[in-house]
């Protein structure tokens, strides 16, 4: 994900502005750039490709300094990865602008810009953005105006800041479906796509809401709303400090992942979503060539990763009715598969190196698909710069070894890749926008479930001295109830199994006796009446019973029926991403309670590079 950090001080920000580029690198970028009015009033730029060092380095030869500038972390999307496609992008030398988002309709817009005689120095959506509001500017003189002027022509989904020098002292922004952040400083002021870039300098914090403007100066700002009446915003304190434990006040780096859910499946979602419109384009320049092509899908994972994939063939074939295949990926090369013509191969990855995940994208491209995807958190991963397109999972950096967050991001990731898929087969535009809400909606709903910590831990108590557990599912309950299990075995060491519960009857009810708690996902979805009938096998064998219900199922706690209510109802394409987070809970609160290492399990290692 880009990365933006602005600054407006009474000392040079240079030096502000590099920092928070490198506490944002763990978004994934590369190139960087930096863009600054020096004394003279006079715009400075540095662009390079590769890491914030080699933005350092180009500094030695390219000096900039000034006290208001803006900075960026490019993932190429729009044009590949080169100097000239990096940010800041400059109107000659009257502004520049940086800019996270896809704008969908910058093909007429610089169309219409190179009539009006600009030539384009890029092949990206942002640089129509720096031209146009320079256009702007002919006639609507003040930067603020001008942005204004420029927004209300702009469709699709950004962030951006713009900096010009014959307003010196003075950077101007704007969100609109990317997160934006103001630190507030005394004499000084910041902006950033994440708080976390500007810790160094200040713990004060205006979270911009949907819409919202920004002037900045060195001695205030002010934020207005998109139709430019001015708005308050609440400025919070952050907890944390620049120097403060990776672990932010948590015990474990997973119970922190787990509570990072909510922000991450935000920054998953942000700039994919427009109106319940899935945009296409989060899947890079490829993308709207290839993906009216699809006619099937086959998706190859590992672990965590798999599971996520086996949600996404609910997404795929009952929303579009696209045939999708998932494999574990260790297996996938070694039958030889059929790969019909209009195949995408997807691979589903956290680190991007996963090493049978990596030789099974490699294989298949020997095999006559139609393009490869990659469902990935790290950009410059082996696995993304080897697929055809890629969708990020923004889920930042995780440390625990058993994958929490990363496996929430891949589903909401793969909700969007199902979404730009099907529209092309049966899912037509009424039903989009009712996903897109939904999917819009999970953060929330993540939030929610979240405060079910108690009772999880509750829960756990009962779990602690056992040695076997069950996990039931049906439907795309089931991979939910599969990572349920591994999530217990990885961290708590006791044996937990899986099954989807129309199998109870086939041979794991000889397994159930009251020393073996039963796990199940009870969503009030077109199979809950089948899943109330398996629940009534295992209390008929003495089984105990442990359910996260849907409030809609009138599911009621009885003698060795221990039932947890979600807070709300949660629609079927909602359900995996919501019921998941219980699951995490417990399984972390049995390991603490029987002392096991939760953030780095024994045997377990976070990246698997080797077959």
Request: charged residues 20%; aromatic residues 6%; glycine residues 8%.
């Amino acid at each position: 994900m880009c990365g933006i950090v602005g600054a407006v001080a009474q000392r040079d920000v240079v030096p502000i502005l590099l920092e928070g580029l490198r506490r944002l690198e763990y978004r994934g970028y590369d190139s960087a750039g930096i863009a600054a009015v020096d004394e003279d009033a006079s715009l400075r730029s540095a662009r390079s490709v590769g890491k914030v060092a080699d933005l350092e380095s180009r500094l030695q030869t390219t000096p900039v300094a000034g006290h208001a500038g803006i900075a960026h972390t490019r993932w190429a999307t729009h044009g590949g990865v080169s100097e000239s496609n990096a940010h800041p992008h400059l109107s000659g030398n009257r502004l520049a602008v940086v800019h996270n988002g896809i704008i969908e309709n910058y093909e007429t817009l610089r169309t219409e810009l190179e009539g009006l005689g600009y030539s384009f120095l890029s092949q990206t959506d942002t640089e129509v953005i720096a031209h146009l509001i320079d256009h702007c500017r002919k006639t609507v003189p003040d930067l603020f105006d001008a942005m204004q002027a420029a927004l209300a022509r702009l469709e699709g989904a950004y962030a951006v800041a713009i900096l010009a020098p014959d307003e010196p002292g003075r950077v101007v922004a704007a969100r609109s479906g990317s997160p934006l952040v103001l630190g507030v400083g005394i004499g000084e002021h910041f902006i950033a796509s994440d708080a976390a870039a500007l810790l160094p300098v200040t713990r004060n914090f205006v979270f911009l809401e949907e819409g919202d403007r920004l002037d900045v100066r060195e001695d205030a700002f002010h934020i207005f709303d998109p139709d430019g009446d001015a708005v308050e915003r609440k400025v919070q304190e952050s907890s944390l400090s620049a120097d403060a434990a990776d672990k932010g006040g948590y015990r474990h780096y997973m119970l922190k992942e787990i509570y990072e859910q909510p922000a991450a499946l935000g920054n998953t979602l942000s700039e994919r979503l427009f109106r319940g419109h899935a945009l296409e384009a989060c899947l890079g320049s490829k993308a709207a060539d290839l993906l009216p092509r699809v006619r099937q899908v086959h998706i190859v994972a590992c672990g965590t990763s798999y599971h996520a994939g086996l949600v996404a063939r609910y997404y795929l074939e009952q929303g579009g009715g696209v045939p999708t295949t998932v494999e574990v990926a260790s297996e996938y090369r070694y039958r030889n598969p059929v790969v019909p013509p209009g195949t995408l191969f997807v691979a589903i990855s956290q680190s991007g190196e996963t090493a049978d995940t990596l030789a099974a994208l490699r294989y298949a491209q020997q095999n006559g698909y139609l393009a490869s995807a990659a469902i990935c958190n790290v950009p410059e991963s082996s696995l993304v710069r080897e697929s055809d397109m890629a969708l990020m999972t923004r889920a930042g950096p995780e440390i625990g070894v058993a994958s929490t967050k990363a496996f929430t991001t891949q589903l909401a990731a793969l909700c969007l890749l199902g979404m730009v898929i099907s529209r092309h087969h049966r899912l037509d535009a009424r039903m989009e926008r009712i996903y897109g809400r939904q999917l819009s909606q999970t953060p929330r709903l993540v939030e929610k479930a979240l405060a079910l910590d108690a009772a999880m831990a509750h829960w756990a108590e009962a779990f602690a001295d056992k040695h076997h557990a069950l996990f039931l599912g049906r439907g795309p309950s089931y991979p939910v109830a599969l990572e349920g299990a591994l999530k217990l075995k990885e961290i708590s060491y006791i044996h937990a199994e899986a099954y989807a519960a129309g199998e109870l009857k086939h041979g794991p009810l000889a397994l159930v006796d009251a020393d073996m708690p039963v796990v199940a996902v009870a969503p009030n979805d077109l199979l809950i009446e089948k899943l109330k009938s398996n629940l009534q096998e295992v209390r008929a064998r003495g089984g105990q019973l442990y359910v996260l219900a849907d409030p809609n199922t009138r599911i009621e706690p009885e003698e060795g029926l221990n039932v947890v209510t979600m807070p709300e109802h949660i629609e079927a394409l909602q359900a995996p991403l919501v019921y998941t987070v219980p699951l995490q809970l417990l399984a972390y609160h049995v390991a603490v309670a029987r002392g096991t290492d939760v953030d780095q399990p024994r045997n377990l290692a976070k990246s698997v590079t080797v077959e």
